[in-house]
């Protein structure tokens, strides 16, 4: 395992490296573009706007905010643990993470499940193609990270890993993206209108 | 100012939870409740972004930019409603 110390305060090096960052730039301005559109065409169809957004169920959206905290907050604990040396401790909040990545997929099958039986579909009106596209393009980054995150665990648990700290920094800021991504979903799709 | 990692969780967990609160009490079409609503969103934004990514130890450039796309949404959205 290697420790080696990076001066975060180097414009090049920003925590989890310059290439992570520009992807999470890049996710969230077209993340931020598409809720604009959002916003933009529900103050064009208020009405459709506003009914279809009783129609979501906002407990569940409050569960999957929390589940997303909670696995960001023990990837923020697997990273400082790494970075401390404590492999089978960072291992295990990477599980923990790995987790909450997985409740967070299970409830949003449950609430897809029952809009499905309901019939509201892509088809059904512009609120909900914005719904269906932005809430399934933010699981698939969930399932990317889930698959980063089982992969780190596994690497850095390997006799002789070469897992260095950027990398499971790396791999954090990629999960805290989906976390930011989330964050600026749920209030606009389930909360205004 | 250096927020453990304890402190960062349980002041998301919060906003999260007035986040619900101001929507279970308002009724719709009321531009002061989106603002609330988006301040609670930036708030919650800022807290995973400094202290869960670090980026509180990254260059100015970095925390600057995303402060950036950060308000560049928030107005667009805000002017729009």
Partial sequence: MNTTKIDYKNIYYPPGGILIWIIIFLELITFGMALVAFVYDGTKNYEVFHQSKLQLNTTLGLINTV????????MAKAVHEFEHKNISKASLYLKITALGGLLFIVVKFFEYSAKIEHGLTPDTNSFYMYYWLLTAFHLIH???GLVIILWTNYSMKKPNSTTEAEDVKTCGAFWHMCD???LLLFPVLYLIF | MKISKEYTFIALLALTLVSGFVTTK??????????ILLILWAAKFILVAFEFMELRQANVFWKLTLGFVLALILTIILLLL
């Fill in chain 1, 67 to 74: 589940f997303l905290l909670t696995s960001g907050y023990f």
């Fill in chain 1, 180 to 182: 930011l991504i989330w």
């Fill in chain 2, 26 to 35: 308002t009724t719709e079409g009321k531009t002061y409740v989106y603002l």
């Fill in chain 1, 142 to 144: 969930v399932l990317v």
